[in-house]
């Protein structure tokens, strides 16, 4: 059964900082992992999609990396702003034919301008 | 998101009473899927579906049935409403058969049963 972690679970940071968020995955045999924002009480919103075959995905301030083999993304957040606080939540699809979505429990972002 | 839809957006119901929740999507994705959000296990899913009539459990599927008789829309039942099924509900669409494809959510329905 697939698990997914997310550390940390919560994070406060100053506005401009650069930021780091990390997801594990307990097996590698993934199709793709994506990234999703959460503001409260609002649907999930996709920021990055990252293919297995892939090693790194970027969008404007947002860069995530994918390592399979060790069961490892990072969501890189440059120059953070009051704007970016939210859940952020990693998701890996694994399964026949890729069909299940295995979310991990978030990341609650605050940035303090 | 614009092609998919959730109905209603919030809904109170009665132990015990049946509730339907519904999902439309414009996408043409090939799957759909309900999931449920509540503190402390995020987002767990409950069914899918991969075809019209064609749907499989998830890892919270007891108490739930689904149907989808046509492409576009995905049904939730609650046969008989419990307290434990309060909880944020989200539809998602996929399609395995498209290149780079991901996950899209609708906005969520909220559904407290008292």
């Known amino acids: 059964k697939q698990e997914v972690t997310q550390i940390p679970a919560a994070l406060s940071v100053p506005e401009g900082e650069n930021l780091v968020l990390n997801c594990s995955f307990t097996?590698?045999?993934?199709?793709?992992l994506q990234w999703f924002r959460q503001d409260p009480g609002k649907g999930l919103t996709s920021l990055l999609l990252?293919?297995?075959?892939?090693r790194e995905q970027t969008s404007g301030r947002l860069n995530a990396s994918l390592d399979k083999s060790s069961g490892r993304s990072t969501l890189y957040i440059a120059a953070s702003q009051p704007g970016d606080s939210a859940t952020y939540l990693c998701?890996?699809?694994?399964?026949?034919?890729?069909?299940?979505?295995?979310f991990g429990e978030g990341t609650q972002l605050t940035v303090n301008p | 998101d614009a092609g998919i839809t959730q109905s209603p957006r919030h809904k109170v119901t009665e132990t015990g009473t049946p509730v339907t929740l519904r999902c439309h999507q414009t996408?043409?994705?090939?799957?759909m899927y309900w999931y449920r959000q509540d503190p402390g296990h995020g987002l767990r899913l409950i069914h899918y579906?991969?075809?019209?009539?064609?749907?499989d459990k998830g890892e919270v599927s007891d108490g739930y049935s689904v149907s989808r008789s046509k492409t576009e829309d995905f049904l939730l039942t609650l046969e008989s409403a419990t307290s434990s099924q309060t909880s944020v509900y989200f539809c998602?669409?996929?399609?395995?058969?498209?290149?780079?494809?991901?996950?899209?959510f609708g906005s969520g329905t909220r559904l407290t049963v008292v």
């Open positions: 579906s991969y075809g019209v009539k064609d749907t």
């Open positions: 996408e043409n994705h090939r799957y």
């Open positions: 998602a669409i996929s399609d395995p058969d498209r290149p780079g494809y991901g996950y899209t």
């Open positions: 990252i293919q297995s075959s892939q």
């Open positions: 097996d590698s045999a993934i199709y793709n």
């Open positions: 998701a890996v699809v694994s399964g026949t034919s890729g069909s299940r979505l295995t």
